[in-house]
Every structure is written in C-alpha cells, then in structure tokens.
C-alpha cells in the first residue's frame, strides 16, 4: 500500500487528504473552521473543535480509501494551546497566530533590547505572532496555570503536537523541527529549546514537547479500525516548500490563502536576515537543517473575505476576478490590508488597514482590485528585501493557495515581480508536502528529491507590464503604506 494519508490542520479549515504516489487526490474530507474575535486584535479557535473535525475528517478518507502507508501532519503554525496533561483538556482557547494581544509585552522586551538576542537565536523577531508570548500570557491569566505549568501538569504544543498528542491516545508529546522553529523558544542554530529565551519569557521547560526531524516516528494513530504510522510532519508554509520541491538554494514558493508566505530555500547555513524577514527552518532530516528566509503578511486572502462578508461587495470571493477586469485599473484606489497590523518587511503590530485614494468615482470594482493588486504590492516588498538578504533572485516564483484560482491575481503578481509565476499541478501543495514527508518514511519515495521529481507546473504566467507603469503603480502602493505608518 503506497497511499499517504495528509492531515492539513488550517486557519480556516481542517482537512484530511488521501494522495496517490503520483499525487493524485484520492479522498478529501474537509471542514470549515470558526475563528472568533473576543476582542479587537484577539483571535481564537476552540481546540476541540480542531479536534474533532480533524478526526472526523481521517476517519472519513480512511472509510473511502483504506489502507495508507503513513500519516504526514501539517499545521497552522504558531497557534498556540496548553492543556492538561491528565485529562487531554485545554486548558483555553487556541491563540491564533493572527492574535496581538501580547503586542504590549512584544513592545516592552523590545525596548529593553531583547531583540537582537531573540532575533539571533530564533531568526524571528519580536512579535507577537509566535508562540512564545501566548504561552506566557495563557499561563499569566488562567486561573491556576502558572502553578500547575511548574508542577508538570500542563502541556504546550502548537496545532500539530496537539494532534499528535490526541492521536495517539497521549503517548508522544512531540513537534518536528520547522513547528519548533516558530515558537521563538527553539535555538534554531544549535537545534534545541534555548534556557536564556525560556527566562526571557517565564516559560516553565516542563511544559515542551520533544523536537523531531520532519521525518521521524511519531508514533501511530487508531483511527477507522486499525493502527496508522504517523511518519511526517511541518507547518504549513514548510511543508509547502517542500510540496512545491524547492530543495534548492534560491528556490522560492509564496502561497497565498488567508495570509501570504514566501519562502526561499538558503540551504545549510542560518543566516540572520537584515531587512527585517525572518530565517526559519526550511526542513531537517537526518538531522541537517536546510534553512529558509521567509516573509509573512497576515492578510492576502482574508481581504477577500472581509470585502465578502464585512462589506458584501460580492457573495463568492471567486466573484472578485471578473469584478476587478471590470475596470481598466484600480482607479488610483490602493488598500493595505493590515487588519492585524503589518508583518514583514515592516513589523508594525498596531497599524491598521487602510483604503485611500478613492473618488467619487470610485466603486467596489476599483476597491475589490485594490484588494487582490495589494497581493502583488506584498510580495514585491517581500522579494525586494529578500534580494537584499540574500543576493540572489529567484527565476521564477512558484505559487500556491486558494488565491491562485484567481488569474488576475496571478497575472498581476507576474507582471510586478516582473518573474514568471507558476503553480503547480499538484495544486494542494501544503497537504501534498505532508504526504511528501510520509512517504520519505515509509520508503514510498527515496528521499525528498526523489519525491520532487514529480512536480509539475499548470499554469504560468510571464510577466508582460511596461516597467514605467509597474513602477508607477508601485510608488502609488508605497505612498499607501507611508500614509498608514
Ligand atoms: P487557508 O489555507 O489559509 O485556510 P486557502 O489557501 O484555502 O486558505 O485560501 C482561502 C483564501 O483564498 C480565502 O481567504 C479566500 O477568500 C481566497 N480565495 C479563494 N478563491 C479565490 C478567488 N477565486 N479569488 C480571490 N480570492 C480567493
């Protein structure tokens, strides 16, 4: 049996997969996932729920399908949950990784001149984004959580360890490598859980899991009557590095979904970003570390959904494509989707969305294309630092996500990088990377390039804007932003 069973634990879904060795999709089980908003800049997820419904989901390819060779889990990372150790019980809310609470706390370590330490052990930087500081602030404001933290009652996990934890009836309390790498707690240089960082932030070492390579045993899962391996494992943006098989030094795949990563392999040395990306662990196996430069928004397709349901510019977010082709350009409207503040290469935790530029003759046409051109505006600051960091230029931008289906977009992006853009056949590449790992571990496939080998582009698409009117419209996009800073 070759089949590999990919659990995607996602922001706004959870899934379970069932691909071919080719890559082909066998089964989908699929289910929404509610986010919740208990305050301005809080964001959380009911960890039973993410149980539940990922659960649900196995069980169902598995019904379908059958037989799998191996588990492969990938993840929203960051997200954070602490539960009891007794009874499997959270003990609150998932912290979502959108969620800014700890952006006071961020901003005071950092006036104190943390930063540069932080940054040098982690590659991050200090923001509440990761983990670190939901953890603290979960153990500062639940009744009773500090005390029971030190007394080794509680456990901490990032989605994936939460999963694996419950999966195997709470016998392996373990994360891989590239999950541990967003926690801001993990010495990405020297592979281990770092004691200054755990002081930093007040975070007891008895709540942490063990740290695996991506590929590893993770112990097995019963679901749907019989015992699974659990083989592979990575967040979700490593994982779609390594679905887009960008084993490569400068090789680089952005996936748009509801946030945009970009990532672009830097191979085996960690080196410290100095225009404000982040480095991270690309992947390790057999223990070596590729490392990766990575940059985050936390809006690309989440505007979409906002222009859905926040405003009810239109009732399907594919509805946006022939909405924005219905005007010759975005009219001078520009929207900077900073929702929950700006990420790379910016960091400003505080700042806001904005639209401007609009006239009275503006309409929810130019509006909408300012939402999906804001993606092409996002990467190009990504791809301009990562071009200072690293010197190098990718040749082509391998590209994933839900926004993908949307040409426009992808046309725009290509025409603004001024690269091709491609996206790949195998169009769920953050699932697809999981299975990837799976199969590395069950010798489905002979090592990662030997699963890479299968890649194949759809799409692509060349870039064809004039540089005078590219560069026109980047200005525009740069004024937008200075105007929200
Ligand atoms: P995630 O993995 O982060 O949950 P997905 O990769 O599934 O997200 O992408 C979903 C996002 O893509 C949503 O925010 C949705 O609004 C957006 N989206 C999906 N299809 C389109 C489209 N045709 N045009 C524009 N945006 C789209």
Partial sequence: MKNLLAIDQGTT???????????????????ELKLHYPQSGWVEQNPDDILADTLWACEGVLGEVGDV???????QRETTIIWDRDSGKPVYNAIVWQDRRTADLCASLKAKGHEDMVSGKTGLLLDPYFSATKIAWILDN???????????????????????WHLTGGKVHATDATNASRTMLYNIVEQR??????????IPQ??????????????SAALAGRNVRIGGMAGDQQAALIGQACFEHGMVKSTYGTGCFALMNIGGAFKRSQNRLLTTIGYRLDGKTTYAVEGSIFVAGAAIQWLRDGLGVFASAKESEALALSVPDNGGVYFVPAFTGLGAPYWRPEARAIICGLGRESTRAHITRAALEAQGY????????????????PEVIRADGGLVANAFVCQFLADMLGKPVEV???????AWGAAVLAGVSAGVFNGLQDAGKRWK?????????DVAKREALYTGWKKAVGMLL
């Fill in 13 to 31: 879904s959870s899934r379970a997969i069932i691909f071919s060795p080719e890559g082909d999709i066998l089964a989908v089980r699929q289910k």
């Fill in 69 to 75: 060779a191996a588990i492969g889990i990938t993840n």
């Fill in 142 to 164: 639940v009744d009773g959580a500090r005390a029971k933290a030190k007394a080794g009652k509680l456990a901490f996990g990032t989605v994936d360890t939460f999963l694996l």
């Fill in 193 to 202: 859980w770092d004691e200054e960082l755990l002081r930093l932030f007040n």
């Fill in 206 to 219: 008895s709540i942490l899991p063990e740290v695996k390579d991506n590929v590893a045993d993770f112990g």
């Fill in 378 to 393: 996002q990467t190009l600051d990504l791809m301009d630092a990562m071009r200072r960091d690293s010197g190098r230029e």
């Fill in 424 to 430: 790949p056949k195998v169009a769920e590449t953050t």
């Fill in 457 to 465: 582009a759809a799409r692509r698409y060349e870039p064809r804007m």
